[in-house]
């Protein structure tokens, strides 16, 4: 399968200057090409760039820009993509990254009955709601419903005795420690993370940038997980669940500033933000809220400015980084977001020229660069960053 830019966009190329055009066509070849391969049992297994392994998060966002599309092979792609989601789901639901074969290969055996199928198991709750998000999406977007079929009750309740379950945190349960020397890699207090206390939202071990949470109520994705548990057909909902979320939500995960980012229950929130999607700069592009929400708006306002210790702002760029990069870059993925979640209608050339100014001349996102010298940067090939460059492409001309 190898789709081009006039078949999944018709009119599209037309439209661009010939360098972008140059960028969309390299960026659809390096999807098909490497990024996309089919496993045995014939469903689409999708890396996420320079690391062989497929992340359930990840892969969601990689194809987001093709819910634009009306193509039909791309709207059976990603139907299958919903199918290999939930196959991998169903192996282990702590699991945030998956190999394509029961190989065992790894970044690191953290648990010693850990699957070979699982190449990291960090206990992401947005892994849980990216899957949910898929497979409504090429509901809404085709009327495709086959993916729904077969394993998705199964995949339904586990997730839904999954959240249950870390409603009430058991420290014991799920302990994760990495001996590298690098502290977010791991959870706090041994492996078991900071103490929490009820709130009615779900434990998150690991944040979407995959480093430990400080506190364990990581709103964000709590916010994400529940709007997608109250999009689910009447009949599949949760409503004591949807509902004990939602106080949680309403009594602790908000501050002076607006949303705080995680919170424990017990008196502590930390305000900041990270690039990595679901973050609180992402909820009107989730659909989790509209972007003039008014408490999206404050909180907007406050990570994008000194308050939140990872954005930056220089001559080159403006920004959010991630704690799992280092200090003082900023992540294209960040940038995007700003652009795709602003409420007013100004072009978004600026933001595509920002994002092109600052691939140290390569063609292609990266994972992050630094705020003075986009020529000091984080991962040659990124596939999710290529994704969202596309995606503020599609939305900067096409509209």
Known sequence: MNLSAQELFPGLMESLPPDRAVRVKNILERFFTKTLTRTADGLP??????????????????????????HSEIAELLAD?????????????????FNPSASGA????????????????????????????????VKECWGITRHYE??????????IDLARREQRHDPNSYLFYRDNGVPHDSLSNGGKGAPVGYTGMIFSAFRPSDDACTYGYLVPSNLFFLNELKLLPIELRPN?????????????????????YEVDGLGNSLFIDDANIPSLLSLPYLGVCAADDPIYLKTRANILSSKNLYFHQTAVAKGIGSQHTPHG???????????????????????????????????????????????????????????MYLEVMLKAYKN
Not at 81 to 97: G, H, M, R, T, V
Not at 150 to 159: D, K, N, R, S, T
Not at 244 to 253: L, M, Q, S, T, W
């Open 329 to 387: 870059h900023i992540w294209p993925i960040a940038i995007a977001v700003e652009g795709l979640t602003r409420t007013d209608s100004e072009s978004l050339d600026d933001v595509l020229n920002t994002l092109e100014a600052t691939d140290a001349r390569t063609g292609s996102m990266h994972e992050s660069f630094h705020k003075d010298d986009p020529a000091i940067f984080t991962r040659e090939w990124f596939s999710w960053a290529d994704a």
């Open 150 to 159: 077969g394993h998705f009750a199964e995949v339904l309740h586990l997730m």
């Open 240 to 260: 004591d669940l949807i509902a004990e979320i939602e106080d949680g939500i309403a009594n602790f995960a908000t501050t002076e500033l607006g949303y705080a």
């Open 81 to 97: 993509l919903s199918l290999a989601q939930q196959k991998y789901f169903l192996i282990d639901p702590y699991a945030n990254a």
């Open 106 to 137: 790894c970044w690191d055996k953290d648990f010693a009955d850990q699957s070979p199928w699982v190449w990291e198991r960090k206990y992401e709750l947005d892994s849980l709601a990216s899957v949910l998000f898929l497979a409504r999406k």
């Open 45 to 70: 297994f999708i890396i996420t760039g320079d690391i062989p392994a497929m992340w359930l998060r990840d892969s969601t966002w990689q194809v987001a820009p093709f819910f634009s599309s009306r």
